[in-house]
């Protein structure tokens, strides 16, 4: 058999070797806390649930969706004007998407060509790079430094690389990094799409998971933004909706329109009593939002203290559900350093090393785990003595 040469592009890597780990540590009868995926266990709130059960007992909603309906456009047009203060034309401005992981994978065949180049952030969400490489692009790693907070730095964007590039991803709060960038950022980041003719694709997941009373907003509320890009948003962190796959790219109407040719082109729609469910969530009670939040912090503030306490400094992070950290100084690399936490910890986290080369030396832990969990993993990195030079 023969196949794609683009799947060369990609490989299971780390990640096939921690799950390997983990499954022989659990046939073992060995205790293994799971800090590695951000995979959220927080369910949704009862009347998004009650939404889509009275929708699934329909016979009349297993049919072929084809498009998203009226009433869950105008919801999420309603939403981005309540919410974020944008206005969307909910025809033209407005496509679901079955996850925004689905949308970010296929986009890139939308706008660009063999050998188009695309920018992307340094380290980043995986599917940032591999939706572009699936589009067979050439990537340009927009850096993600430390001491620039960890916001991407334009200018650092040659001017040879920047006048070729057609797509460019953001995305703040962001993943892995947890880092925010400031409104200055996305005023001078307007004004370089427009001056290069790139599109923008900003990734906003978890603008409702910001820490210590700040606050996130849409990167189409700036001046500009819509002339340039779209917006991607997921319910999944929100309202607890990751395994229902709901997604939405707002913004641009040319970008939209695009997207949802190629959509029709590969599925049929999203499940009518999922499309209810997200009706339901992002036009109901907002109080679980505020709980969900603060369940997130909480489990931040658990694992950041309890690792501090034991000699391993790590900044709190200002948003998202993860926890971006240095490595210890007497390791090398950061796939050396996760594979002693499972080995000997039996904690299971995500070396820098997979979202990029700027990634190295760095660590991501998802807060995807109860306060007791994390209790229990600070625990066991403190019994292991891994940190102990």
Not at 11 to 27: N, P, V
Not at 109 to 129: H, K, T
Not at 182 to 189: E, G, R
Not at 233 to 262: D, H, M, P, Q, W
Request: glycine fraction near 8%.
């Amino acid at each position: 058999m023969q196949f794609a040469k683009r799947m060369n592009r990609f490989g299971e890597g780390i990640f096939t070797k921690l799950s390997d780990i983990k499954r022989s540590k659990l046939e073992r009868g060995e205790t293994v806390i799971d800090l590695s995926i951000g995979a959220p266990n927080i369910p949704p709130e009862r009347h998004i649930i009650e939404a889509l059960c009275m929708a699934a007992t329909d016979e009349r909603n297993y049919v072929y969706a084809l498009s998203d309906q009226s009433a869950l456009l105008e919801a999420v047009s309603a939403w981005y004007r309540e919410r974020y203060e944008v206005e969307l034309n909910p025809k033209t401005e407005i496509c679901s998407l079955l996850g925004s992981q689905e949308g970010l994978a296929h986009i890139s065949l939308s706008i660009v060509d063999e050998g188009d180049i695309v920018l992307v952030p340094d380290p980043c969400y995986p599917v940032f790079a591999d939706g572009p490489l699936l589009a067979g692009a050439k990537l340009h790693y927009m850096p993600q430094k430390k001491e620039n907070g960890y916001v991407i730095d334009l200018l650092d964007i040659p001017e040879h690389v920047a006048q070729q590039a057609k797509l460019m991803l953001v995305s703040y709060p962001n993943n892995p990094t947890a880092a925010m960038a400031p409104d200055s950022f996305y005023i001078d980041l307007v004004a370089f799409a427009k001056k290069y003719d790139i599109i923008v694709l900003h990734d906003n997941a978890y603008s409702e998971l910001v820490f210590d009373g700040k606050s996130c907003g849409s990167f189409l509320a700036y001046p500009g933004a819509k002339e340039v890009g779209v917006e991607f948003n997921s319910l999944s962190k929100t309202y607890g909706l990751a395994g229902a796959r709901v997604g939405f790219c707002v913004g641009n109407e040319e970008v939209v329109s695009r997207l949802k040719i190629l959509k029709s082109n590969m599925d049929y729609g999203m499940f009518l009593p999922i499309q209810q469910a997200a009706i339901a969530a992002i036009t109901g009670d907002q109080t679980g939002v505020e709980t969900m939040r603060k369940a997130y912090e909480q489990r931040r503030d658990i694992l950041c203290d309890g690792l501090n306490a034991l000699g391993w400094a790590i900044d709190k992070p200002e948003a998202t559900m993860f926890v971006w950290a240095e490595i210890p100084s007497h390791y090398e690399t950061s796939e050396e350093f996760v594979m002693d936490m499972v080995n000997k910890a039996g904690v299971i986290v995500t070396p820098g090393s997979a979202f990029g080369p700027s990634g190295e030396g760095y660590v991501r832990m998802a807060l995807v785990q109860s306060e007791e969990n994390l209790k229990q993993a600070v625990e066991a990195v403190r019994q292991s003595g891994i940190l102990n030079v």
